[in-house]
């Protein structure tokens, strides 16, 4: 089961770059994003309202801000850098691997900021992934120095990067606190809290640019329905569901598999350019998700990450 899980949150979080692509092209970055969250929005507050009222029961006002803070560096803050960058000319696949040293920044992080143990198999895994990060970045880099890409482009998504890592860890430290935080939050009331703040943030974006009015064109439509069902309730949604089920190491392990599988994409819908390079970092990538999912949670990672509510039997019955 958890092999199914890593394999639809990989190929769904993927697809958000290609739609961001596919959007790209008919509209500016803020009006895809803010017509991407604001009919989504509306939905899930209404059903908020109606049929999971309950979920809702006992939040404080600190628990929703906390959520929506979280959502803004987790959504907001990502998407907007990985759109930016889409737009100024850097391919979808490149965008994706410019993202996949997000696992070198986590791992890193994880031992002084949550105190949880990476052991050696661990942390070959992370570097065989960062190998073949850099082998497909620089194969990507090359193509777009012919494209006149500009070099600074391609620091706009890492700026995301660094927003979907302190989300995350933001998300992980707060749940460690105690059971009074957003340990007993249940993931609709996240994925509402999170839209609802990113269709505000958009919207007033789009407002303040002049960007609100969408385009006629089905293709615009297309690619809002592509993000809102395979990126968002897909690959978001499977992003915090692992996070909690497995561990910071092991979802942001499968991060480096989002650069190979978008360049992918790319090639097939896109005609970017895939070639040997990239071939060699998709495999290294495999390797390095073998290699860390081999390794196994340690009893700390799987505690910290995972609430009450999502702990696997083994943890139970552990303990």
Do not use: K
Request: proline content about 5%; charged content about 10%.
């Amino acid at each position: 089961m958890n092999v199914l899980f890593s394999a639809a949150f990989v190929i769904c979080w993927s697809s958000g770059f290609i739609g961001a692509a596919l959007g790209a092209g008919s509209a500016d970055a803020v009006t895809v994003l803010m017509w991407r969250f604001l009919p989504l929005a509306v939905v899930l507050v209404a059903v908020a309202a109606t049929v999971s009222r309950a979920a809702w029961g006992g939040l404080t006002a600190r628990d929703v801000l906390r959520q929506a803070v979280i959502g803004a560096l987790s959504q907001s803050g990502y998407l907007l850098t990985v759109y930016a960058a889409i737009q100024l000319g850097v391919s979808s696949g490149t965008t994706a691997l410019v993202d996949g040293t997000q696992p070198l920044v986590a791992g890193a992080l994880a031992g002084p900021l949550l105190g949880q143990p990476v052991n050696r198999r661990q942390w070959t895994g992370l570097l065989l992934g960062v190998a073949g990060v850099a082998v497909v970045t620089l194969a990507d880099a090359d193509a777009g120095a012919a494209t006149g890409v500009p070099p600074w482009a391609y620091a706009v998504p890492f700026l995301g990067m660094l927003s979907l890592v302190a989300a995350t860890f933001l998300d992980t430290r707060t749940r460690r606190a105690g059971p009074t935080t957003s340990s007993h939050i249940a993931p609709q009331v996240a994925l509402t809290v999170h839209c609802a703040t990113s269709a505000v943030i958009f919207t007033v974006i789009a407002t303040a640019t002049g960007a609100v009015t969408p385009p006629a064109e089905a293709a615009f439509w297309a690619a809002v329905g592509w993000l809102v069902v395979l990126a968002t309730f897909g690959g978001y949604g499977l992003y915090w569901f692992i996070l909690r089920r497995s561990g910071v190491t092991r979802v942001n392990t499968l991060m480096f598999l989002m650069a190979p599988v978008t360049a992918l994409w790319g090639a097939l819908m896109l005609d970017e350019p895939f070639g040997v390079r990239t071939a060699i970092g998709l495999a290294l990538g495999l390797a390095a998700v073998a290699v860390v999912h081999r390794a196994g949670p340690t009893g700390t990672e799987r505690d910290a990450s995972a609430p009450s509510g999502w702990r696997s039997s083994t943890t139970r019955e552990r303990r």
